[in-house]
């Protein structure tokens, strides 16, 4: 039986990566007190269903005050996220409640109309249907997920989402890349993780999930799936690989690990985020050293707004 790890032993993993930056002590016990303190709650406008202006009005008409992310011309938070979640607006498909660093993560992938997109491991469809969303319906979507009830919660999801470009799969996604070998135009790898961003440190049983045998599980198979992302993936092509943990294990681990495997058919994209609140991917973690284009990817730091991520940007080169 797993050892369930305590508050400390969370906080000083999360330490340990703000030490790796040398952050200051004020910086860094910024970072722990996110793990303790309410996010604001974000959701986008679902445009395949409602215009901006019509949702707005409709908010403000409730009483329901929003707030513009400058990012991005569908995105909002609001204070009170049961204001949303019980609400037709959410329950219709109108609005999707997201996380603002879910939401960043799809856009960066920057899928366009008449595009063949992967969603690798697509549960519960949420990033799917803003690629959906960006491509106006027009193209197609391949979304895999190898879990039978979340593959049908997807599926569920797309439809009241108005999605009609998107094909589901149940399969695991670590077959694709060799079933489907360069199909795709753009990929998206939002890959399974640790899910350190979900815990709230004043609650027990947020973290009762966590522990260092877990992290080592999921980086055992994401480095299974960014091979198979990227072997689907065409020359010329981009792929997002995405985790909501700040766990170097499950990030430039990972990342350091298709290189190794396809350095010289590949460039990491240096990735401009439209936020301050973000650091550069590490090189150097516990005496290892990782391929120095890593600096490219992004660790974003968590706040009052944004879930602690990890985001890298990946092209296949044209051999």
Known sequence: MVKVVSEEAVKCAITAICDAYSLSTEASQGVIDSFYNDKLSAFRVNTLKASIAD???ELNSNGIEVSPINWSDVSYTLKDKSLLSRSSFARDG?????NLSSQLTALLL???PDEFVLDLAAAPGGKTSFIAAMMQNNGRISAVEPVKDRYFRTIANLKNLGVTICKCYQKDGRVVGKLCKEWFDKVLLDAPCSS?????LRDEDSYSHWNMKKVKECSRKQKQLILSAF???KPGGTMIYSTCSWMVEENEEVVNHLLNEYNDQL????????IE???PGLTIYNNVSYHETITKTRRIIPNQCYEAFYIAK??????
Do not use: C, G, H, T
């Open 94 to 98: 109108l609005v999707y409640i997201q």
């Open 196 to 200: 350190m961003a979900q815990i709230d």
């Open 267 to 274: 460039e990491i994209v240096d990735l401009d985020l439209p």
């Open 55 to 57: 949702v707005l009005a």
């Open 110 to 112: 920057d899928a366009k």
């Open 231 to 233: 072997e689907s993936l």
């Open 277 to 279: 609140n973000y650091l």
């Open 314 to 319: 990946i092209r296949k080169l044209i051999r």
